[in-house]
C-alpha cells in the first residue's frame, strides 16, 4: 500500500530538539497538500502543521515559535524540525498526504517522548 513513512522519533529531555522526516509516497509536486499531525496518549489526533504544494505552511498555535517544517524537493522529503520541546509534545507523531480527490494516506508514525 502506498503511504508515508515517517522516521526521527526518540526520546529528547525538555528543551531539546528533534527533526522528524516523512519520506513521501510520490513527487511532493503532486500532492495537494502535506501535513504533521501527533496524537499524545489519551488524546485525539491533533494538527500540527500543513504544507501546499505550492509551499505555504500553516502551524497550530501551541507549536508556531518552536516548530519549523521544510521540505527536499529533490528527495520528496518533508521535515518537521521541532525545538524547545516540552513534555505536553509527547506523541506519536503521524504525516499525512492530500490528494485530489479526496485521497488521503497516511504514514504508520514516530513515536516522540519529551521526558527528563
Known amino acids: 500500500q502506498v503511504q508515508p513513512v515517517e522516521s526521527g522519533g526518540g526520546l529528547v529531555q525538555p528543551g531539546g530538539s528533534l527533526r522528524l522526516s516523512c519520506a513521501a509516497s510520490a513527487s511532493i509536486f503532486n500532492i495537494q497538500s502535506m501535513a504533521w499531525y501527533r496524537q499524545a496518549p489519551g488524546k485525539q489526533r491533533e494538527l500540527v502543521a500543513t504544507?501546499?504544494?505550492?509551499?505555504?505552511?500553516d502551524y497550530a498555535a501551541s507549536v508556531k515559535s518552536r516548530f519549523s517544517v521544510s521540505r527536499d524537493t529533490a528527495n520528496n522529503t518533508l521535515y518537521l524540525q521541532m525545538d524547545s520541546l516540552e513534555p505536553d509534545d509527547t506523541g506519536v507523531y503521524y504525516c499525512?498526504?492530500?490528494?485530489?480527490?479526496?485521497?488521503?494516506?497516511w504514514g504508520r508514525g514516530t513515536l516522540v517522548t519529551v521526558s527528563s
Open positions: 504544507i501546499t504544494s505550492g509551499g505555504t505552511i
Open positions: 499525512k498526504e492530500d490528494w485530489a480527490y479526496g485521497r488521503a494516506f
